[in-house]
């Protein structure tokens, strides 16, 4: 029976750094450059083969190993040199004025634009203003199929009441760190606590699952979707309670429609919220404050 082999921790440090060493290529995009160049430095030592092989005939040298030392050399020539000003003894470059106040406060707004700076005004014309809250409740019908009371407080009190705690949302009395094994298998614990909360936290569960019996659908938003999202947020308001709003959107959960309001809806101009701010690239930055009710 063939012996196993077990890899030194040197050798396991060795592999793990090449690892490094080519995650890093790719990161900057230096492995698809070094294969072109490989490949053209590769064909031009084909075209050399004969004089190359003279060489090593009648000067004793290797022809081969000549070949390689040229490559490795044109590799090396091929990858640029990223060091730092400091180190090439050149001054770096003064820190603006507004870097300095990104430095001593954090506040990186004043890079940002708002949605109204960053639009055009045709597009602006047309866009859903909110607030960033949702003033509404569960859709109707979906409220008289369930049977869930008619407001928050009716709901929470029709169950039970008590004070609520992220800690205990269920009100078992220990918090939920301590409760392990308390989910199915393959269930998330924060899943498992919010189908507990149909009736008396609809928000809570509609974040996390669609009504009882109706399928979720993953991927792309249809046009008709995004035309009910834009309906409701222009009726309620949204930026806040999710799942209450994602009543309207049968097949959507409340972090599907957080989800699709940061990526695509603030983005494309169809909503403006004063809580987000729009880079350079265009993408959706939330600088309102940090809130824990969904």
Same mark, same amino acid.
């Given at each position: 029976?063939?012996?196993?082999?077990?890899?030194?921790?040197?050798?396991?440090?060795?592999?793990?750094?090449?690892?490094?060493?080519?995650?890093?290529?790719?990161?900057?995009?230096?492995?698809?450059?070094?294969?072109?160049?490989?490949?053209?430095?590769?064909?031009?030592?084909q075209?050399?083969?004969?004089?190359?092989?003279?060489w090593?005939a009648?000067?004793?040298g290797?022809?081969?190993?000549?070949?390689?030392?040229?490559?490795?050399?044109?590799?090396?020539?091929?990858?640029?040199?990223?060091?730092?000003?400091?180190?090439?003894g050149?001054?770096?470059?003064?820190?603006?004025?507004?870097?300095?106040?990104? %430095? &001593?406060? #954090?506040?990186v707004?004043?890079?940002?634009?708002? !949605?109204? $700076?960053?639009? @055009?005004? =045709?597009?602006?014309?047309?866009?859903?203003?909110?607030?960033?809250?949702?003033?509404?409740? %569960? &859709?109707? #019908?979906?409220?008289?199929?369930?049977?869930?009371? !008619?407001? $928050?407080?009716? @709901?929470? =009190?029709?169950?039970?009441?008590?004070?609520?705690?992220?800690?205990?949302?269920?009100?078992?009395?220990?918090?939920?760190?301590?409760?392990?094994?308390?989910?199915?298998?393959?269930?998330?614990? @924060?899943?498992?606590?919010?189908?507990?909360?149909?009736?008396?936290?609809?928000?809570?569960?509609?974040?996390?699952?669609?009504?009882?019996?109706?399928?979720?659908?993953?991927?792309d938003?249809?046009?008709?979707?995004r035309?009910?999202?834009?309906?409701?947020?222009?009726?309620?308001?949204?930026?806040?309670?999710?799942?209450?709003?994602?009543?309207?959107?049968?097949?959507?959960?409340?972090?599907?429609?957080?989800?699709?309001?940061?990526?695509?809806?603030?983005?494309?101009?169809?909503?403006?919220?004063?809580?987000?701010?729009?880079?350079?690239?265009?993408?959706?930055?939330?600088v309102?404050?940090?809130?824990?009710?969904?």
């Amino acid at each position: 029976m063939a012996r196993k082999t077990v890899a030194s921790d040197y050798e396991k440090e060795r592999l793990e750094n090449i690892k490094q060493n080519q995650e890093m290529l790719l990161s900057l995009d230096l492995v698809p450059q070094v294969r072109r160049q490989r490949k053209i430095t590769t064909e031009s030592d084909q075209k050399e083969n004969t004089s190359d092989n003279e060489w090593s005939a009648t000067e004793g040298g290797g022809g081969s190993r000549a070949r390689k030392i040229k490559r490795r050399a044109t590799i090396h020539a091929l990858i640029p040199s990223r060091r730092s000003k400091r180190l090439r003894g050149e001054s770096a470059e003064p820190t603006t004025a507004a870097e300095e106040r990104v %430095v &001593e406060t #954090g506040d990186v707004s004043e890079f940002l634009a708002t !949605g109204d $700076a960053f639009f @055009a005004k =045709e597009a602006l014309a047309s866009a859903v203003r909110v607030t960033g809250h949702y003033s509404g409740w %569960v &859709e109707v #019908g979906v409220m008289e199929r369930l049977g869930i009371q !008619g407001n $928050a407080t009716d @709901a929470w =009190e029709s169950e039970g009441g008590g004070k609520f705690s992220f800690k205990d949302p269920l009100g078992t009395g220990k918090p939920l760190r301590k409760q392990r094994g308390m989910a199915p298998t393959g269930q998330s614990v @924060a899943r498992y606590v919010a189908s507990k909360l149909l009736k008396k936290n609809p928000n809570a569960y509609f974040y996390r699952h669609t009504e009882p019996g109706v399928e979720q659908w993953t991927g792309d938003w249809t046009n008709e979707e995004r035309d009910v999202f834009l309906r409701i947020a222009r009726e309620f308001g949204c930026g806040d309670k999710w799942g209450l709003f994602s009543t309207y959107l049968p097949h959507r959960v409340g972090y599907q429609c957080s989800n699709y309001y940061r990526q695509y809806v603030i983005p494309a101009g169809w909503v403006v919220d004063d809580n987000y701010r729009i880079d350079s690239s265009g993408h959706a930055v939330y600088v309102g404050a940090h809130k824990r009710n969904g």
